[in-house]
């Protein structure tokens, strides 16, 4: 694919050598105190203060202008009051620095003053060919460069997503969020006024960055629709991009008018807009993690028939509820299925979908159940709920019944026995020695099954194969959205270390190595849900979303993308795929 | 009031001074081990396992029937199959057994011939007058006797709410919320087919329990409306009733179905018995909490007037699209309020409503702002922003910057010294008193202004009067959502203890002493937000929501309560108050 001149345009700003920070202050009561406090935590290129009254700065030789800098400038941060940005802006024309950004507010969101001076700064800065960030900002990311030229100390993950945000302060919150929640960031942008780089511009330069896996936005309004459109379009064909944008009311679009200065614009052009675009639009800013974390963790689902597993039947019904809410199909369940799950559950289970043994204590039954169900071709994908409740109930369970635990303890040392034998033997082992795995794991998983009184053979058969299956997980390849193939553990690294410190989290890490082992084989997403509303972690590599509801939505916004492919692909039509 | 017979009724139920438990056993894979082991951790009466095979069960001497038991028995616990519940129930008659929780699944949720063994079950129970919870329920717990008769070790803490759901899977996992979020419940009912106790008897029960403030339910269907709509409509007009329904889909009414037996019934139907029942209905099982939060710690507003205050604008435009979809008025500022915060934000402030410093350094003015606004007629509640990112901001900046932290430590002293001497003194210090803490407090103040560079003598009088009414607070009684009057740290009792390790939380623990008093000088509730999705916790005795959206959602939810009572005392019209 042929790059845009973008890449080339943003390369200073994203991976300066250098950088002026121009109202870098010791006063600690100002914002370049904190600003300038933040690059220097990680930032690796030189730096230098640009303060009149200040000959240094937090220990580093301070400059009156940056043309009396010696060394060559590629960024320039500005932290000055907006009336002395323009006359700085040629000084940094004349010093030939090559990026901005102008964190300083009273520019196009106060009025008609603050644009003629807005318009002024565009003006000098075209001049010089300096592309900039701002104004009325809040900084930005670049992991890439260890670069926080942001105002408030803000904590950031790095990962493999990108997001640029009209709104400081809720990009920040996302970003918080996503330290909390274990999903990182390459690149986040405060956006601000966009006098110079538009929205459209930072999604297209993230496009075509091979770190930037799926990219957010938050918008309050678009200077170009059209131009959006354009960009936008040719970036959604090779990854997701996700959009919050509010505005659909009257005192929104108020508020969104003293804010950033943006035109709310109608609601319903924003979503043709959005759709011709092919973004994802979302309604709450954590869904914008929540539908980011499955398209990293998740293959696309085929089409919209779901399946739920689930540990009790309120849930399932809420679940289900959600599901067709969302457009989803909860499928009728085959009756052969239904046969088959009829020899591992109670009497008393649910006989369809949701899938609800009803209180049934065998738990391996439960594991074994949702590979059924993958298996059938009428099935897109399955929300596998009570993920972490599970865990928590086998600990209290062991914590009650030691001779449990005894016989749990060999199947998890088993997997961390092979997590170090795979390390050394990766190329060894791989889907097609899952077999090989099966034979050594057996003894293990003999123990616990005899532990719980489990006696059918094919139970005990179809476990054995998960565990082994779970081991050998990582080491297979699972395709990736747009048809490309990457190891599932590429995303891991991004992800929180599971702390295996408990049996509690013992048992949710092995789950974790189940589901993943179910994702690759079977090529279908598999989204998982806790028990309590604050239970949602990462572990290992999958995701467990607080609520069905939740679960649903993020699922939902999967099955969206991939028919937005298949449309993509359709200007293109295969005469012969018709035919059976 | 004159009370029901459900309350001597039920008394057997939640205060049983002996509990038979009915397939206690020593086998760890069954439900009869971990609710037996439940029911011991705990309850303080006398407790007797029935087994016809075990001599002792956890060094309980067991017993082949109730009717071997020596002594008599208030409670039954069945956690036997199905087919044999009729005959050991025809014992409890015999032993005069007073009441019973049916765990035991296989009931009217399978279909026609468990339905025959329910009513069968419930005919000898009648005959006996035994009231029972159940059948197919996960249990319940009762503050009054610590009795934990639940099939799982769940997770409880004590607290003034109640609630009753038609799933123990849900109910669990708001329980356990509730164990996370801080907030604790009196009384938990997992109710299953209520065959005999139905849902608007728990809740006509708790109405009429003093320990119980805000009552919850989730309902799949019930079996009589009218009755409901009856018992329940004379307990809303006492404490707020708040329910999860699902139902809306057809799938989600298949699954109710197979579920708890119930029929799902029409939407429509139920939103308008809900309404004349007085019910506040809520979509998400996380609103019931929410919700619950916002009645346990906050007056009912007047009317749907809102001011929004926040740290950022575009959670400011979140927040007022939020209010907006919510049906809320986010009001116009008068000129004098606007002109009152001209002097203490810079000029780039959004003037007007969300109000908005736009980045503004000076925290004091932040925290000083909403009583210029609570003080307005036309204002009837304030959502104010940030609250948790706040306290980080100042701990981060403080840690940068020394100076601020000895400034701000002897405010946070000085309240620290108060909490002490309010213990000790409590009957001096009032309403009434607050000029003279004032007086002992202006130093402190001062350290910290001048630290800031606050020169004006009315933000600094403001900022004096707003951290002695900070000391002060916790000694002022607040109204009640009914008219009555407690103290509001009688709630804070139920809360989680603020640990006040770092100077973040110092800082957060202060801003909910300026909250509470804020809050009782005006009342007027104020709704806050945390800084991120997973920030949400209790300081003190205020909660801050995770959103600005869920903050509106809550504010609208008051108000429709509001507005009900006011429905209620319409009926007896006041003829005067039309008039001018």
Not at 527 to 556: C, D, H, M, N
Request: aromatic share 8%; proline share 6%; charged share 20%.
């Amino acid at each position: 694919m042929s790059r845009s001149p973008i890449v080339e345009e943003l390369e200073p700003l994203f991976n300066p050598r250098s950088v002026a920070v121009i109202g870098a202050t010791n006063n600690w009561n100002k914002w370049g105190f904190s600003t300038f406090s933040s690059i220097l935590s990680g930032f690796g290129g030189k730096v230098y203060p640009v303060n009149s009254r200040q000959s240094e700065v937090l220990g580093h030789k301070a400059y009156a202008r940056v043309t009396d800098i010696p060394e060559p400038i590629d960024l320039a941060v500005f932290v000055i009051p907006a009336p002395s940005v323009a006359a700085v802006m040629e000084d940094c024309v004349a010093k030939g620095v090559r990026a901005g950004v102008i964190i300083s507010a009273g520019f196009a969101e106060t009025g008609e003053e603050g644009k003629a001076l807005q318009d002024e700064v565009l003006r000098i800065a075209r001049k010089g060919r300096i592309r900039f960030i701002g104004p009325n900002c809040m900084g930005y990311w670049s992991a890439s460069s260890n670069l926080r030229a942001f105002m408030i100390p803000l904590p950031v993950r790095v990962g493999p997503l990108a997001l640029v945000s009209q709104g400081g302060n809720v990009g920040g919150s996302i970003v918080a969020s996503g330290y909390e929640r274990g999903i990182g960031f390459h690149r986040y942008v405060s956006c601000g006024c966009t006098a110079d780089i538009q929205l459209e511009d930072y999604i297209e330069y993230f496009g075509y960055d091979p770190e930037v896996k799926v990219i957010l936005a938050y918008i309050e309004g678009l200077n170009d629709g059209k131009r959006f459109i354009e960009k936008v379009k040719r970036v959604t064909r090779k990854k997701p991009v996700i959009v919050l944008k509010p505005g659909k009311t009257a005192i929104a679009a108020k508020a969104i008018r003293s804010h950033s200065g943006s035109l709310a614009g109608s609601d319903v052009v924003h979503n043709v807009a959005f759709r011709r675009a092919g973004v994802i639009r979302v309604e709450l800013a954590e869904e914008l993690l929540d539908v980011a974390l499955g398209f990293l963790t998740q293959p696309l689902p085929k089409g919209r028939n779901v399946v739920i597993v689930t540990p009790g039947g309120s849930y399932g019904v809420l679940c289900a509820e959600a599901c067709a809410c969302e457009g989803l199909n909860v499928i009728e369940l085959p009756e052969q299925t239904i046969s088959a799950l009829d020899r591992i559950f109670p009497p008393r289970w649910s006989r369809g979908n949701p899938v609800d043994p009803a209180g049934d204590r065998n738990f391996i039954a439960y594991l074994t159940a949702p590979e059924k169900l993958l298996k059938l071709d009428q099935v897109d994908s399955l929300i596998f709920m009570g993920f972490s409740g599970f865990s928590v109930f086998v600990s209290t369970l062991s914590s009650q019944a030691p001779a449990l635990s005894d016989a749990f303890q060999p199947v998890l040392t088993s997997i961390g026995d092979f997590e170090k034998l795979t390390s050394l033997t990766a190329a060894m082992l791989g889907s097609g020695h899952i077999s090989e795995i099966e034979k050594i794991v057996r003894p293990a998983v003999s123990t616990l099954v005899s532990a719980l009184g489990i006696e059918d053979d094919e139970e005990i058969y179809d476990f054995t194969r998960l565990v082994a299956g779970a081991i050998a997980s990582g080491n297979i390849a699972a395709s990736l959205p747009a048809g490309r193939s990457r190891p599932i553990s590429a995303t891991n690294e991004v992800m929180a270390q599971p702390r295996r410190e408990t049996l509690a989290e013992e048992v949710g890490y092995f789950l974790d190595r189940l589901i993943r082992y179910l994702v690759e084989t079977y090529k279908k997403p598999i989204i998982t849900t806790t028990f309590t509303e604050g239970g949602a972690r990462l572990r290992g590599g999958q995701y467990a979303y607080p609520s069905g509801q939740r679960a649903a939505k993020v699922l939902a916004k999967l099955v969206e993308y991939q028919e937005y492919l298949n449309s993509c692909q359709e200007k293109v039509p295969e005469e012969d795929s018709a035919r059976p």
